[in-house]
C-alpha cells in the first residue's frame, strides 16, 4: 500500500524522536520513500547521521541552504511528497501550526505544502492538557490537519496520563489510512493488512463514524465537532480480532485505520445510503455524530449578501441510521448504538435503546469538563438487555477493544 509513496517525515524536538527512528525503518520496509526533515531541538534527541542513514536520502535541516534552495527549493520539497508526517510533534511545533508561524524549515514546509498533514503529538501530560493545546489542537483539526495519538501510560518525565507519542505502527496505520483516503476512499481494503484469523475472522462488521456536513449552499455547511477517533478505535479493533470492516466515515480529523473498507460520506443520507449498500453485516456499531437536521432550503449558488435581507434556513429531519437499520429486513444480528447525555446518562441510554430498536448502547457522559468529546478518553456504560454495565474510564482504543472482544463473544456464543 505504501510502495512509491513519498512521506516528508518531520522530526520535531522530543524524547519521542527515537521512536521516529523505527518509523523510517518500517516506512521503508513497506515500499514508501522517507524524505527526513530534522528540528534543531529534534537534533537534540537523534542524530542527522542516523536519520540520514535509515532514510538512505540526505537529512533537510536548514531553510536557507543554498545547495538546497537551488536545487529544489523548500516549496517544491513540500509538495513532492504524498503526506507530511509530523513525529514528535512537540506542543511548540502545534502552536506554530495552529498560528501559522514559518521561522524555520520545519515550518515553512507546513505553512507551504499542499498536501495532508498527519501529526503524531508527544508532550508532557500537563501540557498536552494545557488549554493552549487544547486550542491549538482545535485550530489543527479545523485545518484538517490529522491526528494520531497520543497514548495513555508513563511519561520519561515520570509523570502518567496522555502523551507518549503513538506507537510508530499505529504511526504506520494512520498513515495508510490518511493516503488511502486521500486517493480514493473506497478502496482502503485492499491493503491485505486485515488478518484472516481471529474470534471473527469471516465476519462482517460495519462502523459508522465521524460528524456529518449539510450543505447550506455549495460552499457552506453545518457540522459538528467530532473527530471520529473512537468509530476509527473500534473499526481498528474489530479488524484486529479478524473481522472484515465496512468504514462508513463522514469528514472526519483522526484518518481511518489500513485495512477497512472505507467509504468516505459527506451527508446523513448519504452515510445512511452506503451503510445499506454495505448490508448484509453480522453486526453493526453506529458511532457516526450524524446531524439531526439538513438544510431544506439548500441553495444552488453560493448565498450573497445583496441587500435583500439575512438568508432564512429552513430544516428538514435527517433519517436516523440506526433506528433504519435496526428495523430494516437486513439487519444484523448485533446493532450497538451510541448515547452521548449530558445528565441522566443511564436513564436516556435506556430509554433510547428501546426507542431506535438496538440491542446495546454504549452511553456516556458528554458534558463540558469530562474532556470526553475530542478528547483521547472514554467512560462509558454497556446498556443491554440485562442491565447497564459500568465501565472504567480508559483510552478510547482500550474501550474500542472492550467492544470488540464483547462483539466477538457476543457473535461467537449465537446468542
Ligand atoms: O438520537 P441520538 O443522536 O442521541 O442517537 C445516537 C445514536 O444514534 C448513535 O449511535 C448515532 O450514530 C445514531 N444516529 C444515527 N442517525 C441519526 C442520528 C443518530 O445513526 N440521524
Not at 476509527?232 to 472484515?244: E, F, H, Q, V, Y
Amino acid at each position: 500500500m505504501l510502495a512509491n509513496r513519498r512521506i516528508l517525515l518531520i522530526i520535531g524536538g522530543g524524547i519521542a524522536a527515537y521512536k521516529s527512528l523505527e518509523l523510517i525503518r518500517l516506512l521503508r520496509g513497506a515500499g514508501a520513500a522517507v524524505v527526513p526533515v530534522l528540528t534543531r531541538a529534534g537534533e537534540q534527541f537523534v542524530t542527522p547521521l542516523s536519520v540520514a542513514a535509515l532514510a538512505g536520502t540526505p537529512l533537510h535541516r536548514d531553510l536557507f541552504d543554498l545547495t538546497t534552495e537551488a536545487e529544489m527549493g523548500h516549496i517544491q520539497l513540500s509538495r513532492a511528497a504524498d503526506l507530511v508526517v509530523v513525529a514528535p510533534c512537540t506542543a511548540d511545533m502545534m502552536a506554530k501550526m495552529a498560528g501559522g508561524h514559518a521561522d524555520d524549515l520545519a515550518s515553512t514546509l507546513l505553512m507551504a505544502t499542499d498536501k495532508r498533514v498527519l501529526i503524531a503529538p508527544a508532550m508532557n501530560v500537563r501540557m498536552w492538557q494545557h488549554p493552549a493545546t487544547r486550542r491549538n489542537l482545535a485550530t489543527l483539526a479545523d485545518d484538517g490537519v490529522l491526528t494520531v495519538g497520543p497514548d495513555h501510560g508513563d511519561m520519561a518525565c515520570g509523570e502518567h496520563g496522555p502523551g507518549r507519542m503513538a506507537e510508530p505502527r499505529a504511526i504506520m496505520d494512520a498513515i495508510a489510512g490518511a493516503l488511502g483516503a486521500g486517493i480514493d476512499a473506497a478502496t482502503l481494503g485492499e491493503s491485505g493488512a486485515a488478518p484472516v484469523e481471529g474470534p471473527l475472522a469471516g465476519r462482517h462488521v460495519l462502523v459508522t463514524s465521524g460528524p456529518t456536513h449539510e450543505p447550506i449552499d455549495p460552499v457552506r455547511y453545518i457540522a459538528n465537532r467530532s473527530s471520529g477517533a473512537q468509530g476509527a478505535a473500534i473499526a481498528a479493533a474489530l479488524r484486529d480480532l479478524g473481522a472484515r470492516v465496512s468504514f462508513v466515515t463522514g469528514p472526519a480529523t483522526v484518518p481511518p485505520p489500513a485495512g477497512v473498507q472505507v467509504v468516505a460520506v459527506q451527508t446523513a443520507r448519504e452515510m445512511l445510503a452506503a451503510v445499506k449498500a454495505a448490508l448484509p453485516a453480522d453486526a453493526a456499531v453506529f458511532c457516526a455524530a450524524v446531524a439531526d437536521w439538513r438544510v431544506a432550503n439548500e441553495a444552488g449558488q453560493k448565498l450573497k449578501k445583496d441587500g435583500a435581507g439575512l438568508p432564512v434556513l429552513e430544516f428538514a429531519e435527517n433519517p436516523d441510521i440506526l433506528a433504519t437499520i435496526a428495523a430494516h429486513e437486513n439487519r444484523p444480528a448485533l446493532v450497538v448504538g451510541f448515547a452521548a447525555e449530558t445528565n441522566d446518562v443511564i436513564a436516556h441510554a435506556t430509554a433510547k435503546r428501546a426507542r431506535k430498536g438496538c440491542d446495546w448502547i454504549l452511553a456516556n457522559d458528554v458534558s463540558p469538563g469530562t474532556g470526553i468529546m475530542g478528547g483521547a478518553e472514554n467512560a462509558v456504560h454497556l446498556v443491554t438487555a440485562d442491565g447497564v454495565e459500568d465501565w472504567p474510564r480508559l483510552p478510547k482504543e482500550q474501550v474500542a477493544q472492550r467492544l470488540a472482544a464483547r462483539i466477538a463473544a457476543r457473535l461467537g456464543s449465537g446468542a
